[in-house]
């Protein structure tokens, strides 16, 4: 496998925060992007997490291909249903995707997907006034969990595949472009040339303990706050042929 990879920063409005990232992410048959390394998202730096984190993203004709590789000593989950609330007492790994205008957007409009190391997947469409960009680039407007069956169905294309070896879990992704509006889906084979996204991760390094509040937050792109929804902090990818 070829990895291509580009973590160079782009200067966005965060304040006296770092710049978010940019990766450039290839068609699949040529490669895979990698991200080597998350950070706890609520510290007020660049902080390594206990565990670590990696994934791999890549784009072909159906749409984005997201892995993320986690070491774990405490791999656990109770979640068998779709849209559970799967970032409660539980391991998760979490992906937030929506194309914008300008990279200086910050989506009010972005899919939520979570997975757990059982399979338990969660979607919903997120409205967040934080965001800048008020236009919803999304196939549906309506926030809120979309339709689902079973531990991962959605009719709307969304996928989670999970494993586990007992010291660490994988999450393969698939995000359609069949879930955004016409305007960006792939033109001619193409696909739209600018997204904000970002990868987080739920961790009990230590194991849960009785109330579940041992967790870590760590991120692609960090917050610097102890919500994940905060979208001027989404990283920006750039599909490359």
């Not at 990232?21 to 997490?49: F, H, N, W």
Request: negative net charge; glycine residues 4%; charged residues 15%.
């Amino acid at each position: 496998m070829r990895s291509t990879v580009v973590l160079s920063v782009f200067a966005l409005a965060c304040g006296a925060q770092e710049a978010v990232p940019v990766l450039e992410v290839p068609r699949c048959d040529k490669g895979k992007a990698e991200i080597k390394q998350y950070y706890v998202s609520t510290a007020l730096g660049m902080v390594v997490p206990k565990q670590q984190t990696r994934s791999l993203l890549c784009w072909d004709a159906e749409g984005w291909l997201v892995e993320e590789h986690a070491e774990d000593k405490h791999v656990f989950s109770p979640y068998k249903e779709c849209n559970s609330n799967v970032w409660e007492s539980s391991d998760v790994m979490e992906a937030f995707f929506s194309p914008v205008l300008h990279e200086t957007d910050n989506p009010e409009y972005y899919y939520e997907m979570d997975a757990t190391p059982t399979g338990a997947f969660f979607v919903a469409v997120i409205n967040n006034t934080k965001g800048n960009a008020s236009y919803c680039p999304l196939e549906t407007c309506s926030a809120g969990p979309l339709p689902c069956s079973g531990r991962a169905t959605f009719p709307s294309g969304q996928s989670a595949n999970a494993t586990s070896t007992g010291t660490s879990w994988t999450v393969t992704l698939r995000v359609p472009w069949t879930v955004f509006l016409p305007k960006y889906q792939p033109a001619s084979s193409v696909p739209w040339p600018t997204w904000r996204a970002n990868l987080y991760r739920y961790d009990y390094p230590e194991g849960p303990n009785s109330n579940y509040t041992n967790f870590e937050l760590s991120a692609w792109s960090p917050t610097h706050d102890p919500s994940f929804h905060v979208p001027a902090r989404f990283g920006v990818l750039k599909p490359i042929m």
